[in-house]
């Protein structure tokens, strides 16, 4: 096994590797809405909170002992943003590790197609998160489940999954308890939508999956960033606590603009929720939406598209076009993290994504990132996040159901 000073000298050669920029490269690739949000890597204390105006004072009037007996202060609140975790790790065997004794180059080479992939999956698990609720759901079954497949009820959501990844399965999507057992999946069908996995006989005591379960990754359950459908609920939020805040005293302002544009063609909808997002006094600056969505959109716009840009001064390299709504222009882009049937109209300067560091980044414990492995013959090197998604602004957002 590799000796306490060759440890330190594979450190220093990870170190000097795995700069910020580098983990960022492999972070942000494909995923445009996690690498164009804002960031603030000093989310530190238990929360933080996130001042909310959603009324501002009220002492107007023509006469003035009016105005001076109702004057009242503005509303304003403080969503007291909390994180939550995310952790991955890449096992490096013991067998590269002796072929790589004392050379630091040697050992680069053997060890990070591992931790690549290991940064990017934890990368991926965060987009994803962006674009969700909070309760860790990452797709659904339909009512095709045999005892080692199941189809999602979402095609598209194929793209959340990974052959080797570990299933839990939930009847409800938060409040109750997640069915015991798990599953490895082990061949994907990424046209159809089709996992198909070990033993779906193993869970809940023998009783299996049902139809539109919800599925998680493991551990995932209730512990995912609170993403823009959190933030922007498809419907009004009620009086539940939201980071500490009742949403339920102004459902627009705390709780975001909801647009149902499934009876419309996909320009009006897009444009109907533009507007409302301007009639609150919002500056939308982006639209998010799926792949397909965004060629539905192109075929729609035709020869009205205004500008095609292909972003390649970007890390995700992502492409997008120019919309001009009644509040201004929007940059339109595809990303393949944002579900089908919904876009986000967003005015970014409303988002942060906070956390402890960088939102992604190897883990140094004790200042070391090479550890040895207590139980195996080999050593790992961990990643973490923590992080979550806060908003200052919720009624200058809105989310878009879109026509089928």
Avoid at 178 to 203: E, H, M
Wanted: hydrophobic residues 35%; negative net charge.
């Amino acid at each position: 096994m590799a000796t306490a000073t060759t440890l330190t000298s594979w450190d220093a050669a990870l170190k000097q590797y795995y700069r910020n920029k580098a983990v960022d490269d492999l972070v942000y690739k494909s995923h445009p809405l996690f690498e164009l949000l804002p960031k603030d890597p000093k989310f530190r204390g238990r929360n933080m909170p996130i001042p909310i105006l959603y009324g501002r004072g009220q002492g107007v009037s023509a006469n003035f002992a009016n105005a001076q007996s109702y004057a009242t202060a503005s509303k304003i609140d403080d969503f007291l943003l909390t994180r939550v975790s995310k952790y991955g790790v890449a096992t490096i065997s013991g067998e590269a590790v002796a072929a790589s004794e004392g050379d630091r180059y040697s050992f680069l080479s053997a060890s990070t197609t591992e931790i690549d992939n290991i940064i990017k999956s934890v990368g991926a698990s965060v987009s994803t998160s962006l674009y969700r609720d909070g309760s860790g759901a990452i797709g659904q079954c339909n009512a095709s489940v045999s005892s080692t497949s199941l189809v999602l009820k979402t095609t598209n959501d194929v793209v959340n999954f990974e052959v080797g990844m570990e299933l839990q399965f939930c009847a409800t999507k938060t409040g109750s308890s997640v069915k015991s057992g798990s599953v490895t999946i082990t061949a994907i069908n990424r046209n159809s939508g089709t996992l198909t996995v070990d033993a779906l006989s193993a869970i809940d005591g023998g009783s299996g999956v049902a139809a539109d379960d919800y599925i998680y990754q493991y551990g995932d359950y209730d512990g995912a960033i609170s993403g823009l459908a959190a933030w922007l609920p498809s419907s009004a939020p009620g009086a539940t606590s939201f980071f500490g805040v009742d949403r339920s005293v102004d459902t627009t302002r705390l709780g975001g603009q909801r647009y149902d544009g499934s009876s419309d063609t996909i320009i009006e909808a897009l444009i109907e929720g533009m507007a409302l997002v301007g009639r609150e006094g919002g500056s939308p600056s982006h639209i998010f939406l799926s792949f397909a969505e965004f060629v539905k959109l192109e075929k729609a716009l035709g020869a009205q598209i205004k500008r095609e840009v292909q972003r390649k001064d970007s890390i995700s390299g992502y492409a997008s076009l120019e919309m001009i709504g009644p509040s201004g222009s929007c940059e339109v882009i595809p990303d393949k993290d944002c579900p089908n049937s919904v876009a986000y109209i967003l005015q970014m300067d409303t988002w942060t994504l906070a956390s402890i560091g960088e939102v992604v980044q190897l883990t140094q414990l004790d200042g070391n990132r090479v550890l040895r492995q207590a139980s195996d013959d080999g050593i790992e090197v961990r990643v973490h996040s923590y992080a979550n998604l806060g908003c200052g602004g919720p009624g200058w957002n809105c989310r878009v159901t879109l026509p089928s």
